[in-house]
């Protein structure tokens, strides 16, 4: 029955990583998959994460199936997350808001939704865009195009061919956008260029999509909500798939969202009902686990003040006086600024090495970049010519994961790229 089977294609990055984990060379360096990595090349579980499985470990109690749409409390933490606790979309209950095996899986039950739901609307990319992204719409049998976005003379955002290209969009179809960090290039839209991109894409009667995988990874949550809060104005209607793999370093755990905004509160609970019979006959009920972690986190205030009185008193039982804000939520992002800061840092780092080497190219266009991705402006010839001769390891289309560069292999990192590029 299987001899006829031919082998798939293998997978543009974790094909890589496979690669990767193949060589043999000791100094070989991985900048392909995305997923963060601290100054010792190590993906970390944070401090505030492992100290919540812990307790969760100690309340647990059961096993038992979560509803379709996942827990309650959960939904509610992610709403309040993405637009804040007063929006007047949480408000009217006007979204409904469904626990997804990772942001993966949000992207997925959307495209379901989308082709059963909108069969006549083509969801419009990026270029470039996340290279799943036409996997997952092609796999749901949901058409897709492309819109400008990158332009490589300026390793910057093209944003007058990017509105020229959303004024062409035939009304009713979806645009994807990336709400920060844009994979793969970095390259995210100022305030005053994402208010025109909103402007043109109600103009032009266009669902968005926004797809939010690195909330707190640009300049902080609220900071990094702010072109999701703009479409979400004025009763708009707006699908957003959210992720908590990088923010929380849950990437195992599967823990994502959907989101979907409504006119009102009863086409929500139609868009409910309907998601839910996406969802049952796809996985029918998320996992538990990594849900709960981010509920204990985002949710247990009160514990997090006692923890914080517990501390205060330990304090002065040492003769310290140290204080400080101990709530879990405030620690998580303390947690999450340090991973924003380290990739920032390795950002200049790589530029500074690269210009003291003399480097032909003046890359310090990757500083403006955000995010764990940068679009380097290396050519595909270029990308071979690292991996087989330095063991360097870039997707084809020249993207780094900036959070792979450390201060051990930074040195041999410019070295290998000046001898690609030139000096």
């Not at 294609?9 to 193949?22: K, M, Q, S, V």
């Not at 043109?200 to 995988?213: E, H, I, N, S, T």
Request: charged share 20%; aromatic share 8%.
């Amino acid at each position: 029955m299987f001899e006829n089977i031919p082998s798939a294609p293998r997978d543009a990055i974790l094909g890589l990583t496979e690669a990767f984990r193949n060589d043999s060379r000791s100094e070989k360096i991985n900048l392909s998959v995305g997923v963060y990595q601290d100054d010792s090349g190590q993906t970390p579980v944070l401090e505030v994460v492992r100290e919540a499985e812990k307790r969760l470990a100690e309340e647990s109690t059961g096993k038992g199936y979560l509803p379709i749409s996942g827990s309650p409390e959960y939904a509610q933490r992610v709403q309040h997350l993405l637009l804040g606790t007063d929006h007047e979309a949480v408000q009217a209950g006007r979204i409904a808001t469904f626990q997804t095996p990772g942001g993966t899986g949000a992207l997925r039950v959307a495209a379901d939704f989308l082709h059963t739901h909108l069969p006549q609307a083509t969801v419009w990319l990026s270029d470039p865009t996340w290279a799943n992204h036409p996997n997952i719409f092609a796999a749901a049998r949901v058409p897709t195009k492309t819109y400008a976005y990158y332009d490589p003379q300026t390793h910057g955002l093209a944003i007058d061919r990017m509105l020229e290209s959303i004024g062409k969009i035939p009304a009713g179809d979806i645009i994807l956008l990336h709400a920060c960090c844009h994979n793969p290039t970095g390259i995210d839209p100022t305030p005053d260029q994402w208010q025109a991109i909103v402007a043109a894409v109600r103009k032009q009667g266009l669902l968005p999509l926004l797809d939010f995988a690195y909330q707190g990874f640009a300049e902080g949550i609220e900071e990094d909500a702010t072109s999701l809060r703009r479409f979400s104005q004025d009763g708009a209607e707006l699908i957003v798939c959210s992720s908590f793999s990088k923010n929380f370093g849950l990437y195992c755990e599967r823990v994502g969202a959907l989101s979907v905004l409504c006119k009102t509160a009863e086409n929500s609970q139609a868009v409910q009902s309907q998601v839910k019979r996406t969802i049952r006959t796809n996985y029918s009920n998320p996992p538990r686990h990594g849900a709960e972690i981010v509920n204990w986190v985002l949710g247990n205030e009160a514990r997090g003040n006692e923890a914080r009185g517990n501390e205060a008193r330990g304090n002065e039982a040492r003769g310290d006086g140290a204080t400080g804000d101990n709530t879990w939520r405030a620690r998580w992002e303390q947690e999450l600024g340090q991973m924003r800061e380290r990739i920032g840092n390795m950002r200049q780092l790589l530029v500074r090495k690269l210009h003291e080497r003399g480097v032909r190219e003046d890359y310090s266009f990757m500083i403006g970049q955000r995010g764990m991705f940068s679009y380097t402006g290396l050519s595909r010839a270029q990308v071979d010519q690292l991996r087989e001769q330095h063991a360097v390891y870039i997707v084809g289309s020249g993207r780094i994961n900036v959070a792979g560069i450390n201060t051990a292999n930074v040195d041999r990192l410019a070295a290998a790229i000046g001898e690609v590029v030139g000096t």
